[in-house]
């Protein structure tokens, strides 16, 4: 099928709308994402596409019946930096046009940095913690999402390159943990951990939106030394 086509039966199966019609309305909504000549590339195919105007159509795509919320799944996923800068850029500006908020599903860091207020950092099937964006780049408190902080590459002054990885592997969720998902691969473990689920936790002195789901939360449990520093492992 052609791109407009792809488009353009969206509009015909949920808003009931003519071929003609549909194919107009599809024209304006690549237009609206930025394609040129967006007459000429409705008539085309997607082999024809690159990867960023694919994605562009692909979002074209989604906003054909004005959704109030748009869910994207690694949307810049395999699209070199340049284009995926683009894309950011183009979705950041139709959320406000369009009014609607996005709910943005992606593994990298630098992505939700840029495009998040509210962020759910997510392990094994669960939200293990979730606050504004500065409450998980900046007051982080579960140890997953210390160890993806950890995990980001990063140039230091010296030139080296450092990334130290969460070592182990996510949990068989065929045969999912009795307790914390994330006991096996975390340097804070305790005995605690291993059979009993932790609680969702409001975190003190932070926005009242920020949980972590941690027995380190709880108030009987040893104190760490500064949690959020790179490397730290020390308890009281
Ligand atoms: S509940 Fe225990 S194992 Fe799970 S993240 Fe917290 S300290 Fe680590």
Redesign the pocket.
């Known amino acids: 099928m052609t791109i407009g086509d792809q488009i353009s039966e969206t509009l015909m199966v949920h808003r009931g709308m003519s071929y003609t019609d549909a194919s107009r309305r599809a024209v304006e909504l690549l237009d609206k994402t930025k394609i040129a000549e967006a007459a000429k590339r409705a008539k085309q195919y997607p082999f024809e596409f690159s990867g960023g105007m694919l994605q562009r159509a692909m979002i074209a795509q989604s906003l054909a019946c004005n959704p109030s919320v748009l869910m994207a799944d690694e949307p810049t996923t395999a699209l070199d930096v340049t284009i995926q800068a683009q894309i950011l850029e183009l979705m950041a500006e139709l959320q406000r046009t369009e009014n609607m908020s996005i709910i943005l599903i992606t593994h990298d860091l630098a992505v939700v940095a840029r495009m998040a207020d509210q962020v759910a950092v997510m392990y094994a099937g669960q939200i ?1 913690e979730s606050g504004s964006v500065d409450d998980i780049f900046y007051r982080s408190s ?3 999402t210390l160890g993806l902080k950890e995990a980001m590459p990063t140039n230091k002054r010296d030139g080296k390159k450092t990334l130290t990885p969460i070592l182990g592997s996510p949990p068989d969720l065929f045969h999912p943990p009795t ?5 096996a691969r ?1 340097p ?3 005995a ?2 291993e059979h009993h689920q ?1 609680a969702e936790h409001h975190l003190t002195g932070s926005d009242a939106e920020h949980q972590a ?4 939360q709880h108030e009987g449990a040893p104190h760490i030394k500064a949690l959020n520093q790179p490397g730290a492992d020390q308890r009281d």
């Open positions: 293990v579960h140890p997953y307790g914390c998902g994330y006991f975390c804070y473990a305790m605690v951990c932790p789901r941690c027995w380190l």
